[in-house]
């Protein structure tokens, strides 16, 4: 066979692209890209960490010396400087209604001279300060209102404004009424505290003894005395604990309150209040005769010219028909008196 020259250049190119792989304007031939190359489309392209993608279309690896970071976590944004925050007219407002004004102090006023005309004593007690709080329970105030002779009077209560002294006090002018007297109630005024007017009144109430507040001023009238005011007072507080001053009252303010009346009590009773037609002595031995208990004597004093063991234990000792109990004291001259009067004798 003869080779022309078209046939020997058809050969050249057919053996050049065997050997390249590719052929110009052909998309029948197979293309190979020897590894780190991998197929792009038409054409190769480098992938050195071998995971299937181009290295051209991964994000940039992060710089430095750590390089195995996974290319797609986030970078940290940096932070930015703090702002000065402006303090927007709505904010302003809320700052400028914390601070106490002549209108909101006049209706405080007004309500607690309100509430005290009704009488309505524990009301009045929510609007005091909180230092006046910590002297006084709701209850004491309210019982002090109620028996202090006073305030126990007053028929009318008047509000006739406040005073501004600034923006967190204020003069608070009340006028009281009795049917004896008018008085404008002293050194009254308002606290603004924690967004609210607060009363700052009352200092006779507030800083004195619960029971002398309520009491003290019955100290020079004959009908109505401290004592009955303790015994009211008492019960008003449920405290059996102002009962021993309640004097004739005492075993009776006990019982009122529920408790328990002992011998020893009610022998107690007979020297805060002495019976009519009996000495204390006497009353004494009654209680212990009543409750067949000779340690009611013990009331009475040790001083040895009193009738405690001649009157008391003697006359126990002789009710009783026994000498013995006389037996039971040991100072001789103490046992000579019970003995005495054991036999009928005068001590």
Same mark, same amino acid.
Request: proline letters at 4%; one cysteine or more; aromatic letters at 8%.
């Given at each position: 066979?003869?080779?022309?020259?078209?046939?020997?250049?058809?050969?050249?190119?057919?053996?050049?692209?065997?050997?390249?792989?590719?052929?110009?304007?052909?998309?029948?031939?197979?293309?190979?890209?020897?590894?780190?190359?991998?197929?792009?489309?038409?054409?190769?392209?480098?992938?050195?960490?071998?995971?299937?993608?181009?290295?051209?279309?991964?994000?940039?690896?992060?710089?430095?010396?750590?390089?195995?970071?996974?290319?797609?976590?986030?970078?940290?944004?940096?932070?930015?400087?703090?702002?000065?925050?402006?303090?927007?007219?709505?904010?302003?407002?809320?700052?400028?209604?914390?601070?106490?004004?002549?209108?909101?102090?006049?209706?405080?006023?007004?309500?607690?001279?309100?509430?005290?005309?009704?009488?309505?004593?524990?009301?009045?007690?929510?609007?005091?300060?909180?230092?006046?709080?910590?002297?006084?329970?709701?209850?004491?105030?309210?019982?002090?209102?109620?028996?202090?002779?006073?305030?126990?009077?007053?028929?009318?209560?008047?509000?006739?404004?406040?005073?501004?002294?600034?923006?967190?006090?204020?003069?608070?002018?009340?006028?009281?009424?009795?049917?004896?007297?008018?008085?404008?109630?002293?050194?009254?005024?308002?606290?603004?505290?924690?967004?609210?007017?607060?009363?700052?009144?009352?200092?006779?109430?507030?800083?004195?003894?619960?029971?002398?507040?309520?009491?003290?001023?019955?100290?020079?009238?004959?009908?109505?005395?401290?004592?009955? +005011?303790?015994?009211? &007072? $008492?019960?008003?507080?449920?405290?059996? #604990? %102002? @009962? =021993?001053?309640?004097?004739?009252?005492?075993?009776?303010?006990?019982?009122?309150?529920?408790?328990?009346?002992?011998?020893?009590?009610?022998?107690?009773?007979?020297?805060?209040?002495?019976?009519?037609?009996?000495?204390?002595?006497?009353?004494?031995?009654?209680?212990?005769?009543?409750?067949?208990?000779?340690?009611?004597?013990?009331?009475?004093?040790?001083?040895?010219?009193?009738?405690?063991?001649?009157? +008391?234990?003697?006359? &126990? $000792?002789?009710?009783?028909?026994?000498? #013995? %109990? @006389? =037996?039971?004291?040991?100072?001789?001259?103490?046992?000579?008196?019970?003995?005495?009067?054991?036999?009928?004798?005068?001590?």
């Amino acid at each position: 066979m003869k080779l022309t020259l078209p046939l020997i250049l058809s050969a050249v190119l057919i053996f050049s692209a065997l050997i390249c792989g590719c052929a110009p304007g052909s998309t029948d031939m197979v293309l190979e890209c020897t590894a780190p190359l991998i197929q792009k489309g038409d054409g190769c392209c480098m992938d050195a960490d071998r995971n299937g993608i181009c290295d051209i279309e991964e994000r940039p690896a992060k710089t430095g010396d750590n390089m195995t970071e996974d290319a797609e976590t986030p970078s940290e944004e940096p932070e930015m400087p703090r702002q000065e925050t402006e303090e927007y007219p709505e904010e302003e407002e809320a700052a400028e209604m914390q601070k106490g004004n002549l209108e909101d102090a006049e209706k405080t006023g007004k309500l607690f001279a309100d509430n005290w005309q009704r009488k309505q004593y524990n009301i009045m007690y929510a609007s005091f300060t909180p230092s006046l709080k910590q002297k006084k329970t709701t209850t004491e105030f309210t019982a002090i209102m109620e028996l202090e002779p006073l305030y126990k009077r007053v028929d009318k209560v008047d509000f006739n404004g406040v005073k501004m002294s600034d923006e967190d006090t204020a003069e608070l002018d009340i006028m009281i009424h009795t049917s004896i007297q008018d008085i404008k109630m002293p050194g009254a005024t308002l606290e603004f505290i924690g967004g609210e007017w607060k009363v700052n009144a009352f200092v006779d109430v507030f800083e004195l003894d619960a029971y002398y507040a309520a009491c003290s001023g019955y100290r020079y009238d004959t009908h109505y005395t401290m004592k009955d +005011c303790a015994y009211d &007072f $008492a019960k008003k507080v449920n405290d059996p #604990g %102002y @009962c =021993n001053i309640s004097g004739c009252h005492y075993t009776e303010c006990l019982k009122t309150l529920g408790e328990t009346v002992t011998h020893m009590q009610e022998a107690e009773q007979c020297k805060l209040c002495q019976p009519v037609g009996k000495t204390i002595n006497t009353c004494v031995l009654d209680v212990a005769i009543k409750h067949d208990k000779i340690a009611a004597c013990n009331v009475i004093s040790e001083d040895r010219y009193s009738d405690k063991y001649c009157v +008391c234990y003697g006359g &126990f $000792a002789r009710h009783k028909g026994s000498s #013995g %109990y @006389c =037996n039971m004291i040991e100072d001789e001259d103490n046992k000579y008196l019970c003995q005495k009067a054991y036999k009928g004798e005068y001590c």
